[in-house]
């Protein structure tokens, strides 16, 4: 893995230091960090499983506020700006994580698995619709296997860090 350059990172409108990703191989990672996140995330996304490089999340400092316990911002593997908005209810580590992304919002649950570096447990793309559904059903899940069974429910993923 090796950070490079990518005028195209969804971010970099908003800010023209966030033009940085992590290539692996063929494809891109986390395109909108800044290139010492970059270089950062090639050290921590060394240690994921490979069919968990996709559900990895880098936590990103940006210029805004934040309050009532919402925090930190995540950027997904798509480039895609997250929030985590609050702990699990239930679930010990893990924060409820939600963006927007086209087609709907991504709505899940994640921890952090190194610095910087998170990981979705479970990740869903749900219609605008359904988000509220979504987060409330998320909440209810009272252990990490009831995690796999949420994310079956609404056709998303699960990583490997879930029982």
Do not use: N, Q
């Not at 240690?47 to 919402?70: C, H, K, M, R």
């Not at 709505?107 to 793309?125: E, F, I």
């Not at 899940?141 to 990583?159: E, F, I, P, V």
């Amino acid at each position: 893995m090796r950070a490079m350059r990518v005028d195209s990172a969804p971010m970099s409108g908003g800010d023209p230091s966030r033009v940085h990703g992590v290539a692996d191989g063929t494809r891109v990672l986390l395109p909108g960090l800044t290139r010492p996140e970059a270089e950062a995330a090639c050290g921590w996304l060394a240690a994921f499983d490979e069919s968990d490089l996709p559900l990895a999340l880098a936590e990103v400092v940006l210029p805004v506020v934040l309050t009532g316990g919402a925090g930190p911002y995540l950027l997904d593997t798509d480039g895609a700006l997250m929030l985590a908005l609050a702990e699990h209810p239930a679930v010990s580590g893990a924060r409820v994580v939600m963006g927007a992304i086209p087609g709907g919002s991504a709505v899940g649950a994640a921890c952090p698995v190194s610095g910087p570096g998170w990981a979705w447990l479970v990740r869903a793309r749900v219609d605008d619709a359904d988000r509220v559904r979504a987060l409330d059903e998320l909440d209810g899940a009272r252990a990490a296997a009831d995690l796999r069974k949420w994310a079956d429910r609404w056709g998303g993923h699960a990583s490997t860090l879930v029982a």
